[in-house]
């Protein structure tokens, strides 16, 4: 008589082959099941079978606002006599304003002093060391009449031929978007149920009714960054920006779909 002789090991192979095996046949029951349930339960068919598209539309709209900047700058070694310049700098360009009537507000205006020690040299041989004062004025204005905006700065360049050094800076903004979100995002759903049907009549479906939508991605920038206005301080890329701007908004759209057409 032979005797077979089962290790522990070997039972607890044996055991744990049986158990995967089981768990398989256990794993394609439940899945045959859902299968069954999903296919023959009609509302839960229904809740599944949706389509998510995103639908964007563009426009071009014209700024109605610009924020102009100018700088007037000037140094002395006296520096009471560089404040009373500064402060003959600040009457003129408020006279300069006035006298345009650019339609807006003066939002900002300020005056800065800086003192500096500079190097002085006689004959190309260092002499000693002087105190110099730099200082500038700069104005902030909300011009609403754009139109007016060359007029002004014109004005501005001719004070750099009585020899006062100016900068300017100019950005463009689109302050209306509220008044015409409601259309655009009407336009995006519409654009979205576009893109529904060319997906859903690639799957042989068809398109029904919309579900929900969201409001995705808005975005207002230059239309061509090319045209951006540079000036005398350093701005973010979106707001160094042309007069005309493009306007972006996405939504996201849920549709329902249906394996057969429905008449409406």
Known sequence: ?????????????KRSVFTSIALCLAAALLSFGALYLGY????????????????LVEREVEADLAIVKICVDAE???????????????????????????GGDIVDDKRSITKDSRETYEN????????????????KLRVKQLDKIKQVLSDFEKLMESGIFVRKWVAY???????????????????ARKVADVVAKKAGVYVRD??????GYI??????????????????ENERASKIKKLRLIVNAEFEISPVQVEK
Do not use: W
């Open 76 to 102: 002395d070694d006296d520096v009471a006599k560089l404040a009373k310049t500064l402060g003959e700098y600040k009457e003129e360009a408020k006279n300069i304003i006035k006298k345009h009537d650019v």
């Open 124 to 139: 190309g041989n260092r002499t000693g060391t002087k105190t110099v004062y730099t200082g500038s004025y700069m104005i």
């Open 40 to 55: 023959f339960s009609f509302p839960k068919l229904k809740q599944n079978n949706i389509i998510a598209v995103k639908g």
């Open 173 to 191: 903004k689109y302050t209306k978007f509220q008044e015409v979100k409601e259309e655009m995002m009407q336009e995006a759903v519409a654009n």
């Open 1 to 13: 008589m032979v005797i077979v002789s089962i290790t522990a090991k070997e039972k607890m192979e």
């Open 210 to 215: 919309l579900i929900s939508m969201k409001q």
């Open 219 to 236: 975005s207002v920038t230059a239309r061509d960054e090319s045209d951006s206005e540079e000036g005398c301080y350093a701005l973010a």
